[in-house]
């Protein structure tokens, strides 16, 4: 399975810092997001475009907070392939802050080839499945 070490950076804004003086909750699906992205370009691909007209969708999510996350904080996020299907694969994310090496957010989503012409769920690209299983060429 493919694993992606300091795919994306990220810096923590004011506007993502809550009533309690740390990062909202809601902000970590949004790093998930911007790293899944990252994580997509770094292999040649996009959420819309995984190969042979087909994109992807989130079905599932998980989130563990593990350490309070403060305006202007440095983080980093670390993705990996941990589970594949023939038509879904999971991305386990950790989300590292910069200046003490901690582990402050993990967690994962799964996520469905989609042919979003069509609205309904397909196979996964042969090509795309061999890059994240860390069999193919990364295009």
């Known amino acids: 399975m493919l694993q992606k070490d300091h795919i994306a950076t990220f810096q923590v804004r004011i506007g993502d810092i809550n009533y309690g003086g740390h990062m909202g909750n809601d902000k970590a699906l949004l790093l998930f997001h911007d790293a899944r992205i990252s994580f997509l370009e770094s292999i040649g691909y996009e959420e819309k475009n995984i190969g042979n007209e087909t994109g992807i969708i989130l079905t599932e999510a998980h989130v ?11 983080l980093y996020a670390n993705v990996a392939v941990t589970d594949y299907s023939s038509a879904s694969f999971t ?8 200046g003490d090496g901690r582990e402050v957010l993990k967690g994962n989503t799964r996520l469905l080839a989609y042919d979003y012409s069509k609205h309904k769920v397909v196979r996964l690209p042969e090509e795309f499945r061999k890059v994240i299983l860390g069999e193919g060429d990364v295009l």
């Open 64 to 74: 563990y907070y593990l350490k309070e996350i403060f305006a202007y904080d440095q």
């Open 91 to 98: 991305l386990q994310y950790t989300i590292i802050r910069d």
